[in-house]
């Protein structure tokens, strides 16, 4: 419950945490990519290239894209080998230095994304569902912070774009991991990917550094569109207000079937019972008359 971002100290900030530009396989550079999101309302990036031998292993510098009304957060998106099925990972890695060493030939997923957290970066398990990940794969990855529960790109491409299966599943053998939405986006004309997933972080300042404390620490909730005012668990922990923008849908979910829900329309805050919801953890999904999300981390009661 400490990591509820909605009584943290600062504002929200909008942010897409895995985006790719030319220094990868993105169809724009880094300068037009920011700039793409910039005028979109966001208030940070993390250009998150391909950490590939083909590409040079960069990670892409956009040090010179900050002002004090927009911010960049370093990071890469890492390719260890190898999934159960042969496929090459997918770990994304936020908050790298530049001079985070390159890949070994002979690393694999958990001991790369050990060295990136241990780097200082926020460590995501990437589209699990996307490349068939299996749940013996994605226990491998102890150093991950959260697990990436929707993808633009990955939803556009084969439908594959959400990934809470597997994270429920993570959460239900005690894995207290965080939830992010992003745009993985690629800009390319046939495929529409940007501006669709996103954080919302609670952070006192617009720095990278402020930004990867809060994201770290869970201060951020996830969205499609809908907002999260607030989410607030009673005393006595039997019930949980949300407070949103309008919404049709408020669903309050725990393990398995565990699930508490109220549908209406223009539902701007209800009160639930989680007597049949909690054990030791739920999260909030909030759903709008045009069927898009946002999601609350999940939330500990311990």
């Given at each position: 419950m400490k990591s509820l971002p909605f009584r943290q100290p600062g504002r929200f900030f909008r942010g897409n945490l895995h985006a790719?530009?030319?220094?990868?396989?993105?169809?724009?550079?880094p300068g037009s990519l920011i700039d793409a999101y910039r005028r979109n309302g966001y208030d940070f990036i993390a250009v998150t290239?391909?950490?590939?031998d083909r590409f040079g292993f960069p990670i892409t510098d956009t040090r010179e894209f900050r002002d004090s009304e927009f911010?960049?957060?370093?990071?890469?998106?890492?390719?260890?080998?190898?999934?159960?099925?042969?496929?090459?990972?997918?770990i994304l890695a936020v908050g790298l230095p530049l001079d985070f060493?390159?890949?070994?030939?002979?690393?694999?997923?958990?001991?790369?994304?050990?060295?990136?957290?241990?780097?200082?970066?926020?460590?995501?398990?990437?589209?699990?569902?996307?490349y068939s990940a299996t749940m013996n794969d994605v226990r491998s990855?102890?150093?991950?912070?959260?697990?990436?529960?929707?993808?633009?790109?990955?939803?556009?491409?084969n439908d594959r774009g959400y990934g809470w299966y597997m994270?429920?599943?993570?959460?239900?053998?005690?894995?207290?991991?965080l939830a992010i939405a992003t745009d993985d986006t690629h800009a390319k004309p046939e495929r529409p990917d940007m501006f669709a997933g996103w954080v919302m972080v609670k952070a006192e300042r617009l720095d990278p550094d402020s930004l990867l404390d809060a994201i770290k620490a869970g201060h951020f909730y996830s969205s499609q569109?809908?907002?999260?005012?607030?989410?607030?668990?009673?005393?006595?922990?039997?019930?949980?207000?949300?407070e949103t923008s309008p919404a049709s849908s408020i669903q309050v979910c725990g393990r398995a079937q565990r699930t508490r829900d109220?549908?209406?329309?223009?539902?701007?805050?209800?009160?639930?019972?989680?007597?049949?919801?909690?054990?030791?953890?739920?999260?909030?999904?909030?759903?709008?008359?045009?069927g898009k999300r946002a999601w609350s981390n999940p939330i500990w009661l311990d």
């Open positions: 790719h530009s030319t220094v990868s396989d993105g169809a724009l550079d290239d391909h950490f590939r911010t960049t957060i370093l990071g890469a998106e890492l390719h260890p080998a190898a999934l159960e099925n042969g496929e090459d990972w997918h060493p390159a890949a070994s030939p002979d690393e694999d997923g958990p001991t790369l994304s050990r060295r990136a957290r241990d780097a200082g970066a926020f460590v995501a398990i990437a589209h699990p569902h996307w990855i102890e150093a991950a912070h959260a697990v990436e529960i929707f993808n633009m790109t990955c939803h556009m491409a994270a429920d599943l993570l959460l239900a053998e005690g894995r207290k991991l569109g809908p907002l999260i005012h607030d989410i607030v668990i009673s005393d006595d922990r039997s019930t949980v207000t949300v109220v549908h209406g329309n223009g539902i701007t805050s209800c009160t639930i019972d989680l007597d049949r919801v909690q054990n030791d953890y739920f999260r909030v999904t909030v759903i709008d008359s045009s």
